[in-house]
């Protein structure tokens, strides 16, 4: 007989139930997502606001990567996928014992069991929670004080998103209903749009100079950031059947079809309403495709990708250029990144096709309710439609409240906002330093300063996502 190879032997690092296959993929979708926020979204931060800001925006993002990590571990992890202490809510413990991380992991809302340790579901999932809490920051980029700002990471983490997390993934309430959010469409999206617009009302508005004209500094570099966001969203949605299986193959190219898509649709609006196409605006559209496809990626056929792409390069679109203008509250509130609109509008958007377009056998494959199915697919899959708008609300409901309480009680002690004076300066004043020391101020070519054309903008009508009037006049 021959030898069992080497490799193949049981032993305690490798034990029986190890899949060595899903926990390399699996630690390789974690580290995909990791990297959309490190450096990606701090690259992205970075380069899409005024140069003054570009320290302060990459900084945010970078504290909130760090001070999520260490929480989750502490604490949070567990409240979302640990014990039930409130149907919303999991007993809070620390995830950091030898013995509960080489465990075999558990997951309540897949049929399959995921063949790898704890310790590789515990950093998977510790990188949708820092990606979430970095998303909400950018609705109140230049001019959040940082010291709120590191108050409030760890408190929305474990009084905010460990809720949504418990309630649709964790074995809650949501989960037991029958709810789907197949990797984050309210969870993450929904959750970051409501909130981040929530803070940014607390907060406070930037500077009105800062309101009206607000250009990235450096357009190619939020390119490579945007690059690092789509790419690591194979690990993001890919990872989520938590298995190296055929639904994870499905996810991922869903995913893709759906960003291009949607770029694709918003630049077109963009040329027909602007008459040009934008590069910011071919972001916003790439992001709506791939908040939208979140929720429904691996359930949903490749068709239906497409038809995600096209309401999500167009509906976020008509609210962020059309319905901002008209609704005061909108205007009120100064959402930077205009995070309500390209997250929360989409992640909705895709919560909802989800309940219309989730197909049986696709369902089959990842969800215990065998039954499960979109409206699209039956009669009865209009109950789910209902589940799907009911979470949905369960979800706007509780960031709206929490994050507003969050806000008020850290206000008691530290202001939200920074002081005029620190608002003028930017980095220099908030950290004593800038990002592009010997150039200029990026929004305007000074010859005094350059020998070179350092304007972002042409004579000719500016972006609007660049003056800050965001909103156009359109006739529906």
């Known amino acids: 007989m021959a030898a069992t190879p080497a490799y193949s032997l049981v032993t305690p690092a490798v034990p029986q139930w190890l899949n060595k296959g899903d926990n390399a993929w699996q630690m390789t979708a974690a580290t ?28 945010m993002a970078l504290y909130a990567f760090a001070a ?38 558990t997951v309540p809302e897949t049929v399959m069991v995921p063949l ?18 970095i998303l909400l920051a950018g609705s109140v980029l230049g001019r959040m004080n940082i010291k709120a700002w590191m108050v409030f990471v760890p408190l929305w983490l474990v009084f905010c998103y460990t809720v949504g997390a418990f309630s649709l993934w964790g074995g809650g309430f949501l989960y037991r209903w029958g709810a789907i959010d197949y990797s984050g469409g309210y969870v993450i999206h929904l959750s970051s749009g409501i909130s981040g617009f929530t803070a940014a009302y607390w907060v406070g508005p930037r500077l009105k100079s800062d309101r009206e004209r607000f250009p990235p500094n450096n357009v190619l570099l939020m390119l490579a950031g945007a690059g690092l966001l789509w790419m690591g969203w194979s690990g993001f949605n890919g990872g989520a059947p938590y ?15 759906s960003a291009a898509t949607s770029l694709l649709v918003w630049t077109s609006l963009d040329v027909v309403f602007f008459g040009k196409p934008s590069v910011i605006g071919a ?51 100064d959402d930077t990144l205009g995070v309500f609109h390209t997250h929360a509008v989409a992640g909705l958007l895709g919560g909802l096709l989800t309940g219309l377009l989730a197909e049986p056998d696709l369902c089959a494959l990842i969800l215990k309710n065998p039954n499960t199915r979109g409206a ?62 010997l ?26 996502y660049i003056n800050g009037a965001r909103g156009v006049t359109i006739n529906l």
């Open 32 to 59: 995909l997502v990791g990297i959309q926020s490190m450096p990606g979204l701090v690259v992205l931060y970075a380069s899409i606001v005024k140069k003054k800001w570009a320290v302060n925006s990459a900084f």
């Open 68 to 105: 999520v990590l260490i929480c989750w571990v502490l604490v949070g992890f567990r409240m979302a996928f640990g014990d039930e202490l409130l149907p919303f809510w999991g007993k809070g413990a620390p995830a950091l014992g030898q013995k509960y991380l080489v465990h075999q992991a």
């Open 116 to 133: 790898y340790p704890m310790a590789s579901l515990v950093y998977f999932q510790f990188t949708f929670a820092a990606i979430t809490t």
């Open 243 to 257: 298995a190296a299986n055929v639904a994870a193959s499905i996810a991922v190219i869903n995913t893709n079809i």
């Open 283 to 333: 972001v916003q559209g790439m992001v709506t495709g791939l908040a939208c496809i979140t929720p429904g990626a691996g359930l949903v056929q490749s068709w239906a990708a497409i038809v995600y792409g096209i309401l999500s390069g167009s509906i976020p679109w008509v609210s962020m250029m059309v319905l901002h203008k008209k609704s005061s509250l909108l205007q009120k509130v």
């Open 376 to 437: 699209f697919y039956g009669s009865k899959g209009w109950v789910q439609f209902l589940k799907q708008l009911a979470a949905a609300m369960f979800v706007i409901g509780w960031n709206i409240v929490s994050t507003t309480i969050i806000c008020l009680g850290i206000k008691f002690f530290i202001p939200l906002r920074m002081p005029d004076e620190q608002l003028v300066i930017g980095d220099d004043a908030v950290h004593g330093e800038e990002a592009y020391a």
């Open 439 to 464: 150039w200029g101020d990026g929004e305007k070519y000074d010859p005094t300063k350059h020998g070179w054309h350092a304007s972002l903008h042409s004579d000719t009508a500016p972006s609007p």
